[in-house]
């Protein structure tokens, strides 16, 4: 469903992501791997359009979507979470869900101002919604909780509820579990698999490699910004130029 | 619960807030005291405005004295010059500032953070010089004189005090009125989604442009308006109304108030306006005050009065409902499946809690 | 012909004293990431020391300079110590807020001890050069003499000695910089006092010609700003070429445009560039 080609990525001399070709199947747990700065989160932004190929195509159900606005793509059905999610600390949950719902709703300044049966509808829809995602990353117990007060592993739910809101087909999810816990991880990776059950594919980006290998249906592997592996975990794991990128890498760093 | 942390936003308050600007006038000493409330209230429309672009959606517009006095001229200019209307010219001050809004907005607001704010700080600036230099259309430092007051209806006569100051409260609260439609509406949460962080609100799918913009000449609108009743209530102006000193008094009211909450605006207008008047050597030398005033409230205070008292009332609830938890485990679907869909009564103070905080840090 | 260079002349001058202003402004920026509007102030500030010193107790002009020099960079360490370090991990309007406090500040408290009224700091020297039909005064002389010297002496402070290059290596890369274990808090004192003591030297140069009045920052400050953003903000050598630009535009668009508008050229041209490139001219991507 989301199909990339040729895609690069240069900031001055430096290439960031070097003509990476891949696809990434519906229903599908796809994972990006690789070591430090290999260029996995800036390909995530360059598929959800936060910045903009220097060349090559992404083609997500067949439209080419590369260097679209994000918030177009966001409305085409991609959504995505960052390392770390920005929220209002001192509202509920479920007030920080509400917004997430409004790409999918239409009212003007005029029905706010004179709150029209329009805004009232655009209204409700986003608060079902809010409550329907927040039962469905299973927090609906702490829906009136101020952020402030919840937990890192609460937040990655939170995070992923909000990206939910937005009725995506696809989500980008950036290191859904760092920071976290290894029994909390546990529950993050159910929660992965019961967002495939319905329907939304899931594409991810990890350091956690226990976690990888046992969810990632297919891992694509990124070294400086090129693609060196791609194929499912079994694969990857005996891959050579795998294990010598990341030996590689720990060398250099030691 | 939200209900009891809205305190200063639930309609029973603003009902109370409202008897008592409506029995100010005749509780006041003097005529005097009442021209000088009237005039807090034309400033505080405008840092209404401000709360809007700076307050909600997290951009510091340094233009924004520049806006209400183009406001302010183009009462002045339409009426003095042309003969208009005060009411014409009223409502077309109203369209300059949309329009020079739309114009700034769209430029400046493609730049993030300082860029905008140091962008902002120099069209003030541009703002200030056409004011005092092209005097074919503004007079130059002499100023405009005579400016037209309100038509009065009837008996009514905006000339006097007293008519005036109902008038600028009617507005005043018309100010409040939409901000606090604004605030609790799906477009007051893109405006804060904004505020928390650019590349969050794009990835929900807002458009950040346009909803800048459009909450760039909001403000505009809201200072113009108030530009344009200063001039009904002066009747005199001059190009020192575009000096930036008066963009940076309405940051410390609304600092002083509360950023980004409902009654913010108000609140940090009258205290600093009667605070200044109680020491009337101050006037000039204000700012050896509000300068490190301002500068303590953002390192110790940043959500200003309005805002910490929410934020103190939300925080006492947190722990309320925290022991309320554990003291019934596990929580009940029931309970839950009930708050997450929020009924008809509960809609319209509920939204209001997330709107009315300060700036969070996070 | 004469006229041209006369005007090309004048901009040098202004051109001298807004790369210095922009100096200490873009290396603040570089390092905090704050835009300083309380650097106008410290340019205020030091012609008010200065005429003191010179003024009313009577010490030479050089004097009165160093003592400048000194005092507002301890006022502005002070700044930052006071105020800007307790903000450094706020939401990114408030340092600016706060910038903006200490501005007004500041000026009224100049001006409740000195008043509004204009004041004169005399010249070392009243001569006038005359050379190839071009007026010289001693003091434009001087201002583009001292200016360079003093960005020349910047450079080098900046690039050969270990506590310049330090300043450098925090501007290009926080993270790094305290990884190899530099102390942020003294360089940021240090950039502070730095670009304290160049604001202070720029208006002592500067007063000569242009009056000292509480008010004398304002436009310096914004044409600084203008200036940093035409260069690229924390870029030095874009704050003196930036300068330059200015200057120039300035005085030749005061010439032979409108002398009235002269003041908006800068910003005219600041509108102009950020509407086609929102970054400014000399950005690079980065940041």
Known sequence: MLEINGLTKQYGGLTAVDNVTTSFERGAINAIIGPNGAGKTTFFNLVAGAARPTAGEIRFEGNDIAGMAPDAIARAGIARTFQTTMLFEESSVLDNLIIGHRLRTGSRLWDVLLHTPRHRRAEAACRDKAAEVLDFVGLSAIGDRMIADTSQEERKRIAFALALA?????????????????????????????????DITVCLIEHKMDMIMSIADRIVVLDHGAKIADGPPNEIRNDPAVIEAYLGAEHAEA | MTRVLNAFNHPATLLVLLGLAIGFPFVAGNEYQVYVMALAFVWAIAVYGLNIITGYCGQLNLAHGGFFAIGAYAVAILTADHGWNFWAAFAMAGVFGALFGLIVGAVSLRLKEHYFAIFTLCVGFIIYMLLDKWEALTHGPLGIISIAPPDGFGVVDFTQTRPFYYLVLGCLCAAVFFTRRLSNSLLGRTFRAIRISDDLAQSLGINLMRNKILAFVISTVYAALAGGLYSGVVRFIGPDIGNFMHTFDMIAYLLVG????????????????????????????????????????????????????????????????????????????????????????????????????????? | MDALLQQLLNGLTLGSIYGLVALGLTLVYGILHVPNFAHGALYMIGAYVAYYVAGELGASYWLAMIAAAIIVAALAVACERLVFHPLRHAPPIHDKIAAIGLLLFFEAVVQMYWGADFRRLEAPSSS????????????????????????????LYLKKTLAGSTIIAMAQNREGAFL???????????????????????????????????AMGHLVLLKAFVIIILGGMGSIPGAIVGGLIIGFAEALGGFYISGDYKDIIAFALLVAILSIKPTGLFSQGVR
């Open chain 1, 166 to 198: 937005t009725e995506p087909k696809i989500v980008l999810l950036d290191e859904p579990a760092g920071g976290v816990n290894p029994g909390e991880t546990d529950g993050l990776v159910a929660l992965i698999h019961k967002m495939v059950k319905h």
């Open chain 3, 180 to 214: 190899v274990g530099i102390n942020a808090n003294r360089v940021a004192m240090m950039t502070f006092a730095i670009s304290g003591a160049l604001a202070a030297v720029a208006s002592t140069l500067f007063a000569p010609i242009n009056l000292v009045y509480p």
């Open chain 3, 128 to 155: 006038i050069f005359y050379f190839a039909g071009l007026t010289l005064p001693a003091q434009r002389v001087l201002i583009i003499v001292a200016a360079f010297a003093l960005m020349g002496a910047l450079h």
């Open chain 2, 258 to 362: 509360g950023i980004g909450t409902l009654m913010g605006p108000v609140i940090g207008t009258l205290i600093i306006t009667w605070l200044t008047q109680a020491v009337q050597s101050l006037e000039e030398y204000r700012m050896i005050v509000f300068g490190p005033l301002l500068v303590v409230l953002v390192i110790f205070f940043p959500k200003g009065i309005a805002g910490s008292f929410q934020a103190w009332r939300a925080r006492r609830n947190a722990t309320a409902r925290v022991s309320n938890e554990t003291g019934r485990t596990p929580p009940s679907q029931a309970d839950t499946s009930e708050t997450a869909q929020p009924s008809a009564t509960t809609s319209a103070s509920a939204p209001t809690g997330h709107g009315t905080r300060g700036h969070s840090n996070a």
